[in-house]
Protein backbone atom coordinates (compact mmCIF):
# COMPACT_ATOMS: atom_id res chain seq x y z
CA UNK A 1 0.00 0.00 0.00
CA UNK A 2 1.52 3.08 -1.02
CA UNK A 3 2.40 5.89 1.77
CA UNK A 4 -0.32 8.30 0.51
CA UNK A 5 -3.17 5.97 0.11
CA UNK A 6 -2.15 4.68 3.91
CA UNK A 7 -2.16 8.44 4.78
CA UNK A 8 -5.69 9.23 3.17
CA UNK A 9 -7.26 6.05 4.94
CA UNK A 10 -5.84 6.99 8.65
CA UNK A 11 -7.30 10.39 7.81
CA UNK A 12 -10.39 9.75 6.66
CA UNK A 13 -11.01 7.41 9.35
CA UNK A 14 -9.94 9.87 12.17
CA UNK A 15 -12.96 12.42 10.73
CA UNK A 16 -15.09 9.71 10.35
CA UNK A 17 -14.67 9.11 13.86
CA UNK A 18 -14.49 12.65 15.01
CA UNK A 19 -16.74 14.92 12.87
CA UNK A 20 -18.70 11.75 11.07
CA UNK A 21 -19.05 10.29 8.24
CA UNK A 22 -21.26 13.35 6.47
CA UNK A 23 -19.28 16.08 8.03
CA UNK A 24 -16.14 15.76 6.18
CA UNK A 25 -15.01 16.19 2.48
CA UNK A 26 -12.24 15.05 0.38
CA UNK A 27 -10.94 18.81 0.83
CA UNK A 28 -10.67 18.50 4.56
CA UNK A 29 -8.23 15.12 3.75
CA UNK A 30 -6.11 17.27 1.02
CA UNK A 31 -5.88 20.58 3.21
CA UNK A 32 -4.21 18.64 5.51
CA UNK A 33 -1.97 16.38 4.09
CA UNK A 34 -1.11 19.37 1.40
CA UNK A 35 -1.72 17.06 -1.39
CA UNK A 36 -4.58 18.25 -3.92
CA UNK A 37 -8.40 16.20 -4.52
CA UNK A 38 -7.07 14.77 -7.48
CA UNK A 39 -4.56 12.37 -5.46
CA UNK A 40 -7.36 11.34 -3.32
CA UNK A 41 -9.86 10.53 -6.40
CA UNK A 42 -6.53 8.68 -7.79
CA UNK A 43 -6.73 6.25 -4.68
CA UNK A 44 -10.83 6.15 -3.65
CA UNK A 45 -12.21 7.66 -6.74
CA UNK A 46 -15.64 8.20 -4.37
CA UNK A 47 -16.30 8.78 -0.73
CA UNK A 48 -18.30 5.45 -1.22
CA UNK A 49 -14.49 3.87 -1.82
CA UNK A 50 -13.05 5.35 1.36
CA UNK A 51 -15.64 4.79 3.41
CA UNK A 52 -15.67 0.85 2.69
CA UNK A 53 -12.09 0.75 2.44
CA UNK A 54 -11.75 1.97 5.94
CA UNK A 55 -14.31 -0.23 7.52
CA UNK A 56 -12.76 -3.44 5.59
CA UNK A 57 -9.18 -2.25 6.98
CA UNK A 58 -11.19 -1.92 10.35
CA UNK A 59 -12.57 -5.57 10.25
CA UNK A 60 -9.17 -7.07 9.30
CA UNK A 61 -7.92 -5.32 12.25
CA UNK A 62 -10.48 -7.05 14.49
CA UNK A 63 -10.16 -10.24 12.84
CA UNK A 64 -6.02 -10.12 13.50
CA UNK A 65 -6.47 -9.12 17.22
CA UNK A 66 -9.67 -11.66 18.25
CA UNK A 67 -6.57 -14.17 16.32
CA UNK A 68 -3.61 -12.88 18.20
CA UNK A 69 -5.90 -13.40 21.73
CA UNK A 70 -6.62 -16.67 21.08
CA UNK A 71 -3.00 -17.52 19.89
CA UNK A 72 -1.98 -16.29 22.91
CA UNK A 73 -4.33 -18.02 24.71
CA UNK A 74 -6.17 -15.12 26.38
CA UNK A 75 -8.73 -16.30 29.24
CA UNK A 76 -12.15 -15.02 28.03
CA UNK A 77 -11.82 -12.38 30.81
CA UNK A 78 -8.66 -11.33 29.11
CA UNK A 79 -10.42 -11.35 25.53
CA UNK A 80 -12.82 -9.33 27.16
CA UNK A 81 -10.95 -6.75 28.94
CA UNK A 82 -8.64 -6.24 25.88
CA UNK A 83 -11.80 -5.46 23.72
CA UNK A 84 -13.59 -3.23 26.42
CA UNK A 85 -10.00 -1.14 26.28
CA UNK A 86 -10.39 -0.28 22.91
CA UNK A 87 -13.45 2.07 23.89
CA UNK A 88 -11.22 3.45 26.96
CA UNK A 89 -8.75 4.35 24.57
CA UNK A 90 -11.02 5.97 22.06
CA UNK A 91 -12.81 7.89 24.90
CA UNK A 92 -9.43 8.77 26.03
CA UNK A 93 -8.59 10.19 22.53
CA UNK A 94 -12.01 11.76 22.04
CA UNK A 95 -13.37 9.64 19.11
CA UNK A 96 -16.01 7.25 18.38
CA UNK A 97 -15.51 3.90 17.50
CA UNK A 98 -16.17 3.60 13.42
CA UNK A 99 -19.57 1.70 14.18
CA UNK A 100 -20.66 4.59 16.12
CA UNK A 101 -19.75 7.55 13.90
CA UNK A 102 -21.55 5.12 10.84
CA UNK A 103 -24.20 4.11 12.55
CA UNK A 104 -26.34 7.51 12.23
CA UNK A 105 -25.75 7.54 8.66
CA UNK A 106 -26.39 4.40 7.93
CA UNK A 107 -29.27 5.78 5.74
CA UNK A 108 -26.97 8.31 3.71
CA UNK A 109 -24.02 5.61 3.45
CA UNK A 110 -23.86 3.95 -0.01
CA UNK A 111 -24.49 0.38 -0.35
CA UNK A 112 -21.01 -0.98 -0.09
CA UNK A 113 -20.14 0.82 2.62
CA UNK A 114 -23.34 0.27 4.53
CA UNK A 115 -22.89 -3.79 3.52
CA UNK A 116 -19.42 -3.41 5.34
CA UNK A 117 -21.08 -1.92 8.23
CA UNK A 118 -22.99 -4.32 8.73
CA UNK A 119 -20.19 -6.90 8.61
CA UNK A 120 -18.31 -5.64 10.91
CA UNK A 121 -21.41 -5.16 13.44
CA UNK A 122 -21.91 -8.91 12.89
CA UNK A 123 -18.88 -10.09 13.48
CA UNK A 124 -18.07 -7.87 16.68
CA UNK A 125 -21.41 -8.77 18.20
CA UNK A 126 -20.83 -13.17 17.15
CA UNK A 127 -17.38 -12.92 18.53
CA UNK A 128 -18.61 -11.37 21.59
CA UNK A 129 -21.52 -13.92 21.59
CA UNK A 130 -19.25 -17.10 21.53
CA UNK A 131 -16.74 -15.58 24.20
CA UNK A 132 -19.56 -15.35 26.33
CA UNK A 133 -21.09 -18.52 25.92
CA UNK A 134 -17.46 -19.93 26.37
CA UNK A 135 -16.88 -18.15 29.55
CA UNK A 136 -20.73 -18.92 30.77
CA UNK A 137 -19.71 -22.29 30.26
CA UNK A 138 -16.29 -22.43 31.71
CA UNK A 139 -17.68 -19.91 35.20
CA UNK A 140 -16.04 -17.73 34.08
CA UNK A 141 -18.76 -15.04 33.42
CA UNK A 142 -22.55 -15.45 34.86
CA UNK A 143 -25.82 -13.89 33.45
CA UNK A 144 -29.19 -14.47 32.70
CA UNK A 145 -30.63 -14.96 28.94
CA UNK A 146 -29.39 -15.18 25.53
CA UNK A 147 -25.59 -14.64 25.34
CA UNK A 148 -26.28 -12.65 21.75
CA UNK A 149 -28.55 -10.78 24.04
CA UNK A 150 -25.81 -9.94 26.39
CA UNK A 151 -23.01 -9.44 23.63
CA UNK A 152 -25.59 -6.93 22.22
CA UNK A 153 -25.98 -5.16 25.43
CA UNK A 154 -22.48 -4.76 25.80
CA UNK A 155 -21.77 -3.66 22.82
CA UNK A 156 -24.72 -0.99 22.75
CA UNK A 157 -22.96 0.36 26.06
CA UNK A 158 -19.66 0.49 24.62
CA UNK A 159 -20.64 1.89 21.45
CA UNK A 160 -23.42 4.23 23.46
CA UNK A 161 -21.38 4.85 25.94
CA UNK A 162 -19.02 6.82 24.03
CA UNK A 163 -21.51 8.77 22.20
CA UNK A 164 -23.15 9.97 25.71
CA UNK A 165 -19.24 10.95 27.60
CA UNK A 166 -18.81 13.22 24.35
CA UNK A 167 -22.17 15.19 24.83
CA UNK A 168 -22.26 15.34 28.63
CA UNK A 169 -18.56 15.65 29.13
CA UNK A 170 -18.22 12.82 31.66
CA UNK A 171 -14.72 11.64 31.56
CA UNK A 172 -15.26 8.39 33.51
CA UNK A 173 -15.41 5.75 31.07
CA UNK A 174 -13.61 3.16 33.31
CA UNK A 175 -17.35 3.16 35.53
CA UNK A 176 -18.93 2.28 32.59
CA UNK A 177 -15.91 -0.98 31.84
CA UNK A 178 -16.38 -1.59 35.64
CA UNK A 179 -19.87 -2.05 35.29
CA UNK A 180 -19.79 -4.21 32.94
CA UNK A 181 -17.19 -6.47 34.00
CA UNK A 182 -18.94 -6.46 37.49
CA UNK A 183 -22.04 -7.49 35.56
CA UNK A 184 -20.35 -10.59 34.28
CA UNK A 185 -18.88 -11.99 37.47
CA UNK A 186 -20.31 -15.42 38.43
Known amino acids: ?22 AF ?8 LGIKNAAIHYYFPTKENLGTSILKTNIQRFEEMTDNMQSRGFDEWKQLDSFIKIYVKSHREQKLCIVGSLGPDVYTLGESTKAELFKMTEKIITWLTN ?28 VGGLQISRISGNTDFKSLYMSIAEDLKP
Not at 4 to 22: A, F, V
Not at 131 to 158: H, P
Request: aromatic share 8%; no cysteine; proline share 0%.
Open 1 to 22: MSVTREKIMELGESLIRTKGYN
Open 25 to 32: SYQDISTE
Open 131 to 158: LLDSGRAKNIFAFEGEAVNKATTIFSAL
